[in-house]
C-alpha cells in the first residue's frame, strides 16, 4: 500500500468511515504491532496497546496533517508514545508521605552517639595503657583490619609472639574497662 492510499484512509477515517478504517487496520497493524511488542516486550500487553491505539487513531485521525512525512512514520510515532505511556505508568508510584513516616533513619540517634563517643574514650584509655607497640599491634588487628602475620612482620616477631602480644592485650582491655 502507498502512502498517499494510507493518507486516503486515515482521513475517510477522520470521516468515521468503518471501511477504511478496517482496511487501514488490516495494513498497518504488522507494522505498529511490531512497534508495540519491542518497546514493551510482553506480548499480551502490546496487544493491549496496540488496540487502544487504533481506538485513539478512530477518534483523533482529523488530527492527521498530510506533508512530507510519511503517513505510516505518524502511525508509528502514536504507537510509540503510547507503548511509552505504559511502559512508564508500568513503575511503581513513589511512597505516599505518610508513609514515609514510618522509614527509620540508618542513622545512629543522638543517644546512641553519645554513649558511643563515651565508650570510644574509654576504649582510647585503655590502650594508652597498654605497652605502645602493643596498643599499635590491637589497633592494627582490630581496627584495621591488618593480619597477625602483617603484624608480625611490621613489629619483627614471630607470628605466635604477636598472638601472644593480642591475646594478652585484650584480656588486659577487659579488666581496664571492668573498672
Known amino acids: 500500500m502507498t502512502p498517499d ?17 478496517d482496511l487501514l487496520y488490516r495494513h498497518t497493524s504488522a507494522k505498529l504491532f511490531g512497534v508495540c511488542l519491542r518497546i514493551l516486550q510482553d506480548r499480551t500487553e502490546a496487544e493491549e496497546a496496540l488496540q487502544e491505539v487504533y481506538v485513539k487513531l478512530w477518534t483523533k485521525a482529523d488530527r492527521f496533517a498530510a ?3 510519511s503517513p505510516i512514520s505518524w502511525l508509528v510515532a502514536v504507537a510509540r508514545n503510547h507503548a511509552i ?3 512508564r505508568a508500568r513503575k511503581k508510584p ?10 527509620a533513619d540508618p542513622a545512629p540517634d543522638p543517644e546512641t552517639l553519645a554513649v558511643a563517643g563515651g565508650e570510644r574514650r574509654r576504649i582510647d584509655a585503655c590502650l594508652d595503657e597498654l605497652d605502645a607497640d602493643r596498643a599499635m599491634a590491637v589497633r592494627g588487628a ?4 591488618d593480619s597477625y602475620a602483617d603484624l608480625a612482620a611490621r613489629f619483627n616477631v614471630p607470628l605466635n609472639t604477636m598472638r601472644t602480644w593480642l591475646r594478652r592485650s ?6 581496664c574497662l571492668e573498672r
Do not use: C, Q, W
Open 142 to 145: 582490630y581496627l584495621n583490619g
Open 170 to 175: 585484650l584480656l588486659s582491655l577487659r579488666e
Open 67 to 69: 506533508s512530507e512525512l
Open 94 to 103: 513513589a511512597k505516599e508521605l505518610d508513609e514515609a513516616y514510618d522509614v
Open 85 to 87: 505511556d505504559r511502559l
Open 5 to 21: 492510499e494510507i493518507t486516503r484512509l486515515i482521513f475517510r477515517t477522520a470521516l468515521k468511515e468503518r471501511a477504511a478504517f
